[in-house]
C-alpha cells in the first residue's frame, strides 16, 4: 500500500492516510454563518474522496472580523448544533475535520463587518483578490 493510504498520527490525532484539503473558502454557510447542508455535504464528498483531513475555510470568530459573504461563522452560541453536525458528519464518513478561524481585522468592509472595521492599525484594507466576489466594492 502507497505510504499515502497510511494512517498518520499528529499528536492525539489519528488521520486515516496523509491527504489534506487546505483551507478554502466556501460561501456555503447560510446569510449569518451558519452551517448549510450543501456545506456539509462539501465536507462528507471530500471525505469519501480520501480526503483524511479536511480544512475548513476560514470561519470568522466576531462578527467584526467576518470577511466574505456566506463565510460560515464560529461567532456564537447558535453556531454550535450546524459545527457539531459537520464534524459529526464528517467523522462518520471517517475522515478529520480541522477548523480555521480568522478575524479579518482591516481587510473587511463596513458592509461586511457590520461595523467599522477592527484592526491593530488605522490602515485601511489590501487589494484582495475576492473584492468585487465579496461585494466590497458597492
Ligand atoms: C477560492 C480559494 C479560497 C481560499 N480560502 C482560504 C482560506 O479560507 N484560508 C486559507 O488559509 N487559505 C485559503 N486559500 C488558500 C488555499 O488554502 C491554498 O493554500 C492555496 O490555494 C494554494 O496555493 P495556490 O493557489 O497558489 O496553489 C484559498 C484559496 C482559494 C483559491
Known amino acids: 500500500m502507497s505510504l499515502l493510504f497510511s494512517p498518520l498520527k ?3 490525532l489519528t488521520l486515516p492516510n496523509r ?3 487546505s483551507a478554502t473558502y466556501e460561501g456555503m454557510a447560510d446569510a449569518s454563518g451558519r452551517v448549510s ?3 456539509i455535504q462539501r465536507y462528507v464528498q471530500l471525505v469519501r474522496g480520501d480526503v483524511g483531513l479536511a480544512i475548513t475555510g ?11 459573504p456566506f463565510q460560515t461563522g464560529i461567532h456564537q452560541d447558535d453556531t454550535i448544533p450546524g459545527l457539531k453536525q459537520l464534524t459529526t458528519a464528517v467523522h462518520a464518513a471517517g475522515g478529520r475535520i ?3 478561524l480568522s478575524h479579518a481585522g482591516r481587510q473587511t468592509t ?3 463587518a457590520g461595523q467599522r472595521p477592527w484592526a ?3 490602515i485601511g484594507r489590501g487589494p484582495g483578490q475576492f473584492r468585487q466576489a465579496a ?3 458597492q
Open 10 to 12: 499528529i499528536g492525539q
Open 19 to 21: 491527504f489534506v484539503c
Open 37 to 39: 447542508d450543501a456545506l
Open 58 to 68: 476560514h470561519m470568522f470568530v466576531h462578527r467584526s472580523g467576518r470577511a466574505m
Open 98 to 100: 480541522v477548523f480555521q
Open 110 to 112: 463596513k458592509k461586511m
Open 120 to 122: 491593530p492599525s488605522a
Open 135 to 137: 461585494g466590497h466594492d
